[in-house]
């Protein structure tokens, strides 16, 4: 299971905080995040709810920018300690799934990278609406790994690590096509949706928005990069070949790429990730 799933049982806890902000000093994601936020059409004075904040970076430039209240929750204890520190005072320790909070009782509330990670994210996105009043607004964003490519001579091996990743490392790795679908059948209205894509060149950088670093640490059997099993029909002749992930994902060491069965994914070094913001008006 991905290391967001429970960070607080993960072997090294505060490492997941480094790793929020190390994205944050993205431009890609500073600028989604920005987006983000403009769609929430804060108010001042107005209260608003990051669910599976982080590390609250967001909901801090929130706060800044729009002297709004910020209410933030997260099922990590860790994150909510960084949330303390960075001056975030309502943090609740929580799960998307139960908010702490009254029926129409947020002004507008927001979901970054958190659905993908939830075990039920429908039952959560019906809570976001919950607590949100009539007329708020509620912001998902999240990756699409159904729509990611990697450049990379062995396309074969390519499309069996996406659709690893996809499938096997997150709990809901495609559910961001279906965001638009779910908000809508909750009676949401005026849904939209808007696309963004990152373009990763450093091969570092691209292990590092991929996980592989983490891959080799997964010892569960059923996560297998199964060679052969999404090959196109040429690949079918070839015998059918399983390998654990422990033994394909060898450590790149520092500064220097991770391998997946002896490839260097990054070594031409592009990859687009396109997540979906969607936006919806409560009914
Ligand atoms: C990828 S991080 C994103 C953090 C933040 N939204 C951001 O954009 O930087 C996902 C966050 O969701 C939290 N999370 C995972 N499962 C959760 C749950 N069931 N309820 C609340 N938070 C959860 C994790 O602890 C983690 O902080």
């Known amino acids: 299971m991905h290391g967001f799933t429970d960070v607080d049982r993960q072997p090294d806890p505060k490492s997941w905080v480094g790793v929020l902000d190390r994205l944050s000093g993205e431009p890609f994601y ?58 975030l005072t309502r943090c609740a320790v929580a799960d998307a799934h139960r908010l702490p909070f009254l029926d129409d009782s947020i002004d507008g509330a927001w979901a970054d990278r958190t659905v ?40 074969d091996l ?31 209205a005026e849904v939209t949706v808007e696309p963004r894509t990152l373009l990763v060149r450093n091969p570092n950088a691209a292990d590092n928005v991929l996980g592989l ?19 196109g029909s040429a690949r079918r002749t070839r015998p059918r070949r399983s390998s654990r992930v422990r033994g394909a994902v060898r450590r790149g060491g520092r500064g220097r790429p991770v391998r997946v069965r002896g490839h260097v994914l990054s070594h031409r070094g592009h990859r687009l990730l396109p997540r979906a913001v969607v936006v919806a008006h409560h009914r």
């Open 213 to 231: 670093r983490s891959w080799d640490l997964l010892d569960a059997p059923e996560r297998r990069l199964q060679l052969g099993r999404y090959g």
């Open 116 to 155: 993908q990670h939830l075990a039920d994210p429908r039952a959560a996105i019906r809570e976001l609406a919950r607590v949100v009043r009539p007329g708020g607004r509620i912001v998902l964003a999240d990756p699409d790994y159904d729509t990611q490519v990697l450049d990379i001579a062995d396309q």
């Open 30 to 87: 500073q600028a989604y995040q920005q987006r983000v936020r403009e769609l929430l059409r804060p108010s001042p004075g107005r209260r608003y709810l990051d669910v599976g904040a982080g590390t609250g970076a967001s909901a801090v430039r929130l706060r800044d920018d729009h002297d709004v209240t910020v209410l933030t929750v997260d099922r990590s204890l860790t994150m909510a300690v960084a949330m303390r520190a960075r001056g």
């Open 158 to 188: 390519a499309r069996r690590v996406l659709r690893f990743r996809a499938d096997c490392l997150l709990r809901n790795g495609t559910l961001a096509h279906q965001h638009a679908g779910i908000l809508a059948t909750l009676g949401l």
